[in-house]
Nanobody
Framework: QVQPVESGGGLVQAGGSLRLSCAAS????????VGWFRQAPGKEREFVAT????????YYADSVKGRFTISRDNAKNTVYLQMNSLKPEDTAVYFC???????????????WGQGTQVTVSS
């Protein structure tokens, strides 16, 4: 079973950028779509972006469209989330997860990483 591992979180000022990475351990991401999700304190986990195995299908939450870009390097078994123009409301723990078919529905993913904290200061 694939086990995603997130990295790249940190503290950044509003307007800044971060790039998160999601690497596969246990087995590769071959054939898997990978999604990014986030959970702020006191809130439910929400969908951020997802990308199909080929990279040809990408979905974004409305709140991040035009600011975040999801990409993948299948040779490196890694999926990235480039986050630009960050806002304080982007502060959350960011998780990546994998499933065979691309989906923007959080509950349809069942291979989750441990998360990485992103904090955006105003």
């Amino acid at each position: 079973q694939v086990q995603p591992v997130e990295s790249g979180g940190g503290l950044v000022q509003a307007g800044g950028s971060l790039r998160l990475s999601c690497a596969a351990s246990g087995r590769t991401f071959r054939g898997y779509a990978v999604g990014w999700f986030r959970q702020a304190p006191g809130k439910e986990r929400e969908f951020v972006a997802t990308i199909s195995w080929s990279g040809g299908i990408r979905y974004y939450a409305d709140s991040v469209k035009g600011r975040f870009t999801i990409s993948r390097d299948n040779a490196k078994n890694t999926v990235y989330l480039q986050m630009n123009s960050l806002k304080p409301e982007d502060t959350a723990v960011y998780f990546c997860a994998a499933r065979e078919l691309v989906s923007n529905i959080t509950d349809e993913y069942d291979n989750w990483g441990q998360g990485t904290q992103v904090t955006v200061s105003s």
